[in-house]
């Protein structure tokens, strides 16, 4: 069990997905994408393995969950500043995105 | 800055809500629902103040995105195990949903 505290710790925002290029250097399928989360946190170079799943076009523009306060992890030469939130498992991943268009940077609780 | 260890400890999961009720013994706006979070974790009762924002209709049938391991509380007389995520305040509230159909019960990562 966790607590709202514990909860709290995860930063999760919004962003929109504004360029997307194949991560030529990994082994495994995977996408280098530019994240803009917002005014306050500007954009970032997130590292997504969902090329098998996603097109480039299903991507680009689209709003998606992003862990903004995840520690930056090299993958494969690329460091990735945060995490893409998905559902599901292997060719049955579904990412998560907001019902509504909402502003870019937008805070989840 | 948060870990993979940190973020794991959350236990995220896609539900449908298949029941939507007003709950009268708020004094906010609050919906009870009936979730289902798939076999393994079965029916919960989740309480949402997003009464001024969807409509009972918006909700019913929908996949949303549920914390599953959070301390039950009691809302106004109502025992709620869980909590929806969305993004935005207010009025201006989006519900994340998974962006395809997907099992209910499957784990966010």
């Given at each position: 069990m966790?607590?709202?505290e514990d909860l709290s710790k995860i930063e999760l925002r919004i962003g929109r997905?504004?360029?997307?290029?194949?991560?030529e250097g990994a082994r495994k399928p995977m996408y280098k994408l530019?994240?803009?989360l917002g005014e306050e946190l500007g954009e970032r170079i997130i590292v997504?393995?969902?090329?098998n799943v996603y097109s480039k076009e299903d991507l680009l523009g689209k709003e998606i969950v992003c862990v903004a306060n995840l520690e930056p992890k090299l993958i494969a030469g690329?460091?990735?500043n945060g995490m893409l939130l998905a559902a599901g498992e292997g060719e049955k991943v579904s990412?998560?995105?907001?019902?509504?268009e909402i502003k870019e940077g937008s805070r989840i609780h």
């Open positions: 966790v607590s709202i997905i504004i360029d997307v290029q194949d991560h530019r994240v803009n997504a393995g969902i090329r690329i460091e990735s990412l998560l995105m907001p019902d509504k």
